[in-house]
């Protein structure tokens, strides 16, 4: 398959498009719901929020007559089934924005989750719980970690059968959006005797269940600890306890046992999705490095001139552009392959990491040339910064992804069993030898 780094026209009129109503529309709303009160300085009261309210469906009806609503979903599910690459193009507009992913129906975690319950679920099932996340009916959350551990051989939230339903018992915690949502995906062991592959299962809750509780709902750093006690707010990342919360067993999410396995869908796809954006959100922290270093003076010379500012610049630039063509690499790869092969997690573990280092290098680096501007709440760079030691803890930690992804690269390598190394030189240079001893022999012989 030739190499190309084009897309077709039509696609490129609805990047076009995309990074057009970024700019006039997105972008102006998080500013306005940055601080939201009139120019007078006065509160919304419950009309102006309506208004509010009005214009977010107004646009998303845009981008729903744009043929763009759930852009990351195949035509099986009413999406324009772009596939990844195509993806990654419009998820790097989106990614300099914060209600982006709203406006477009693929905001985290419902994106994860409607393709979690689109490959594992029943009719009924998808029937639902999945057509109302597609439509923006509804929200929902992924309630995996628990607050002891993250990682799933030390899980012990249990299900239990019991006639025709299944209890839950046990805590979980920084389940994202858990408070707000209509319904929460839920990991729990269903059989701890059993092999870690086989040990647990998924469950549909709906959030109303008796039993579901929500002891806070944390939030990141910098935000009021105050805020963790409002559990009825959206956002935030919900501990929770379920307390004999009984589900029905037709809520039991693909086969008993195959909770781990099946995650991997949601939580494979995810990493991309994060990749992508903050491929946006880089090239954002980009824009205002370049801006700034054009704009300011420093005893009486521009920024721009300065060497280190341009190193800067220089550094960001590289290392935005390597993880973005990665990226590209990684999505091109899945929709070749169109499933989550060792190849293809090899990549995944790869930008999952990098993501996290480019965040934090190129953000880092904006915030220094602004200075005090910088530091300041500003700018949008506290919030980006925000998002770099995050990408490096969500959907696993970097230290684990390199872990693993060093195991899967060692997969094709066998040690050397003679003294020295394959590539050591005096045993490569005796064998090259014996092949030009024969050459010279040959040649020589006639
Ligand atoms: C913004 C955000 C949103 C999140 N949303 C959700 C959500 O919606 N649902 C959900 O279920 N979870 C969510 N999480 C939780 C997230 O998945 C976990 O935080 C993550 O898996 C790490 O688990 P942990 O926090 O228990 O850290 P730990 O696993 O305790 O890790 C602590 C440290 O130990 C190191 N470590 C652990 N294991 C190894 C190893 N094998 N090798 C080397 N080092 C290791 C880690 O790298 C890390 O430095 C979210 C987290 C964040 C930050």
């Known amino acids: 398959m030739p190499i190309d780094f084009d897309v077709e026209p039509e696609f490129q009129t609805q990047i076009d498009w995309v990074e057009k109503f970024t700019k006039e529309e997105i972008e102006p709303l998080d500013n306005f719901l940055r601080a939201p009160k009139t120019k007078q300085g006065e509160s919304l009261d419950k009309d102006s929020w309506n208004a509010i309210r009005a214009h977010i469906d107004n646009l998303k009806q845009q981008v729903k007559d744009q043929g763009l609503w759930g ?6 599910l009413g999406g324009p089934g772009y596939g990844q690459v195509k ?48 439509s923006g009916e509804k929200h929902s959350a992924y309630s995996m970690t628990e607050p002891h551990a993250g990682e799933p051989g030390e899980f012990i939230c249990s299900a239990v059968r019991d006639g025709d339903e299944w209890v839950l018992n046990g805590e979980k915690w920084f389940t994202s959006n858990g408070a707000a949502a209509d319904f929460l995906i839920v990991m729990a062991i269903t059989s701890p005797e059993k092999e870690l592959l086989e040990r647990a299962s998924m469950f549909i809750v709906d959030r109303d269940t008796p039993g579901v509780e929500i002891i806070r709902n944390v939030h990141s750093l910098g935000t009021p600890l105050k805020e963790n006690y ?25 086969n008993e ?23 946006g959100v880089c090239t954002k922290a980009l824009d205002m490095m370049c801006e700034r270093a054009l704009s300011r003076k420093a005893k009486g010379t521009l920024l721009s001139e300065l060497q280190m500012v341009q190193q800067d610049i220089a550094d960001s630039y590289i290392q935005l552009k ?13 929709d070749k392959t169109k499933s989550y092969t060792r190849e293809i997690r090899k990549e995944i573990a790869s930008i999952k990491i990098t993501a996290a280092k480019v965040n934090h290098d190129i953000i880092y680096r904006a915030i220094h040339l602004h200075g005090a501007l910088g530091m300041s709440n500003e700018t949008p760079l ?18 684990v992804h390199k872990s693993n992804l060093t195991k899967l690269l060692l997969r094709d390598y066998d040690g050397c069993t003679d003294l020295f190394p394959t590539y050591h030189l005096p045993k490569l ?18």
């Open 429 to 446: 240079i005796e064998q090259a030898q014996d092949k030009f001893d024969k050459v010279i022999g040959d040649y020589l012989a006639g």
């Open 87 to 134: 993806l990654c193009l419009l998820n790097e507009k989106l990614g300099r924005t914060r209600m982006g992913p709203t406006l477009f129906g693929c905001q985290a975690p419902d994106t994860g989750n409607m393709e979690l319950i689109a490959h594992n679920g029943t009719e009924e099932q998808k029937k639902k719980y999945m057509e109302p996340l597609l």
């Open 71 to 76: 852009f990351h979903l195949g035509p099986e």
């Open 382 to 399: 506290g919030e980006m910064w925000m998002s770099a030691p995050q990408m490096g803890i969500m959907d696993g930690t970097t230290e």
């Open 257 to 279: 046992g195959s909770g781990f396995v099946g995650s991997q869908t949601r939580l494979s796809g995810g990493r991309v999705h994060h990749a992508m954006r903050a491929v």
């Open 230 to 254: 409002n559990v009825t707010s959206g956002g935030g990342h919900a501990y929770i306890r379920y307390n004999n919360a009984r589900v029905p067993a037709a809520n039991l999410l693909g």
């Open 322 to 334: 390597q993880f973005r063509l990665h990226v590209l690499y990684t999505a091109w790869l899945i």
